[in-house]
């Protein structure tokens, strides 16, 4: 197994992923329903929205997964963010990133991976969209655009989250408009 390296800017990105506010927060519709949309569009059995912290990826939407974060030494994602680029892996057995890998040896037993990268400014990725699945399978081109409009709907819903953080909804004065 070989570990993902870490971004030349790691200590801006983790600055920037924490100031984000969304490591670690509830439930989000919107990001939810992102992710089934992923799992019926591309008919695999688990995809997430993954956010790559200083030891962990943590799942801030997971469909087909029953853990909420997995360390950031042994994930698929690290290497993307710290490449900044989309990856596919066709099959995990036959990639020797990944062949020994505690995630392909074991549960979930991954053998087919593709993540885009989520950007949330120039140069600096925060964590992916993913799909995963369970037998090795072909990625066409078409297969990678319809992932990176998937992917660009997720960074949009990161920038709703800051706005939302940032700028709240003011409580309504009772009066009329």
């Given at each position: 197994?070989?570990?993902?390296?870490?971004?030349?800017?790691?200590?801006?990105?983790?600055?920037?992923?924490?100031?984000?506010?969304?490591?670690?927060?509830?439930?989000?519709?919107?990001?939810?329903?992102?992710?089934?949309?992923?799992?019926?569009?591309?008919?695999?059995?688990?995809?997430?929205?993954?956010?790559i912290?200083?030891?962990?990826?943590?799942f801030?939407?997971?469909?087909?997964?029953?853990?909420?974060?997995?360390?950031?030494?042994?994930?698929?994602?690290?290497h993307?963010?710290?490449?900044?680029?989309?990856?596919?892996?066709?099959?995990?057995?036959?990639?020797?990133?990944?062949?020994?890998?505690?995630?392909?040896?074991?549960?979930?037993?991954i053998?087919?991976?593709?993540?885009?990268p989520?950007?949330v400014?120039?140069?600096?990725?925060v964590?992916?969209?993913?799909?995963?699945?369970?037998?090795p399978?072909?990625?066409?081109e078409?297969?990678?655009?319809?992932?990176?409009?998937?992917a660009?709907?997720?960074?949009?819903?990161?920038?709703?989250?800051?706005?939302?953080?940032?700028?709240p909804?003011?409580?309504?004065s009772?009066?009329g408009?």
């Open positions: 197994m070989i570990a993902p390296d870490l971004p030349q800017n790691e200590v801006e990105r983790l600055t920037v992923l924490r100031n984000l506010q969304l490591l670690d927060s509830t439930c989000d519709e919107g990001f939810d329903r992102l992710t089934e949309l992923a799992t019926k569009i591309f008919d695999v059995p688990m995809s997430m929205v993954t956010l912290d200083e030891d962990r990826q943590w801030k939407s997971r469909q087909g997964l029953s853990v909420c974060e997995t360390p950031r030494r042994i994930s698929f994602c690290g993307v963010v710290a490449d900044g680029q989309p990856m596919v892996i066709n099959n995990a057995l036959r990639d020797p990133r990944f062949s020994d890998n505690p995630l392909v040896t074991g549960p979930p037993f053998r087919f991976y593709a993540g885009y989520l950007f400014m120039p140069g600096v990725c964590g992916t969209l993913c799909l995963i699945g369970t037998l399978r072909t990625f066409e078409d297969d990678m655009q319809r992932l990176q409009l998937l660009t709907l997720a960074q949009e819903l990161i920038q709703l989250h800051v706005l939302r953080v940032q700028v909804l003011r409580e309504a009772g009066r408009a």
